[in-house]
């Protein structure tokens, strides 16, 4: 089965500082993909940015980017110039080609003012 | 985008009734859809994986006869909590997958149910 590992439950980061959050998985398969959600107090799950294992090249939305390695199963989401508003739940996410989603404890972000 | 509507946001029964709550894709058509449960402060944890005209698969350890779940048409999946009791408060989330052109398959997901036994 796969799993999903997020070792930091907190993180916190300046205003308009960059913050690096870690997530590693554990799969058997070659064809999945990899997310970053973000959850506010809401609680809407909202997609922050999505990577296809197949893709050498790291995602990257905005202000967010990821690092994949995929030989060391390794997807960590970097934020720059953090925001107040990027404060949030973030969840590590993956997902097999045709199954569903399975998610990480997540990591709680504080942003500093 | 997509869109995916789930309703009701909050609702509080008695112990011993029964809950229904609803998951519908607005602006596309959703052969499955995901239940998800989260407890305050945890992560996302599947309950089932709902097919359209089929039976939901269950994940280990949810039972199937507490948490029944309907998905009789390409919009509409639902979940029935039955005979509810103060443990099954909890915050119920379903996602439908969103084929679009991005062909990533990217789950889209309703805003949750808060559902409070008491």
């Known amino acids: 089965a796969q799993t999903v590992t997020q070792s930091q439950p907190e993180m916190s980061v300046q205003e308009a500082e960059t913050v690096t959050l870690s997530c590693t998985y554990d799969?058997?398969?070659?064809?999945?993909?990899l997310f970053w959600y973000k959850q506010p107090p809401s609680r809407q799950m909202i997609l922050v940015i999505r990577?296809?294992?197949?893709?050498?090249q790291n995602a990257t939305e905005n202000r967010f980017s990821v690092n994949f390695q995929k030989a060391a199963k390794s997807f960590s989401l970097k934020i720059s110039d953090s925001q107040l508003g990027d404060a949030a739940m973030y969840f590590c996410?993956?997902?097999?080609?045709?199954?569903?989603?399975?998610f990480g404890a997540g990591t709680r972000l504080t942003v500093k003012p | 985008g997509a869109v995916v509507s789930q309703h009701p946001s909050r609702v509080i029964c008695k112990s011993g009734t029964s809950v229904k709550i609803e998951c519908r894709s607005l602006?596309?058509?959703?052969?499955?859809m995901f239940w998800y449960r989260q407890f305050p402060k945890q992560s996302l944890m599947l309950m089932a994986t709902?097919?359209?005209?089929?039976?939901?698969?269950?994940e280990q350890g949810v039972e199937k006869d507490k948490f029944l779940i309907n998905h009789a048409s390409l919009t509409l999946s639902t979940l029935t909590v039955t005979s509810a009791h103060p443990e099954d408060s909890s915050f119920y989330i379903c996602?439908?997958?969103?084929?679009?052109?991005?062909?990533?398959?990217?789950?889209?997901f309703g805003a949750g149910s808060r559902l409070t036994v008491l």
């Open positions: 996602s439908a997958r969103d084929p679009g052109p991005s062909g990533a398959n990217v789950l889209t």
């Open positions: 799969t058997s398969e070659s064809d999945y993909y």
């Open positions: 990577q296809e294992a197949y893709k050498q």
């Open positions: 996410a993956y997902r097999g080609r045709y199954g569903d989603m399975r």
């Open positions: 602006d596309f058509q959703a052969t499955t």
């Open positions: 709902s097919n359209e005209g089929s039976k939901a698969t269950y």
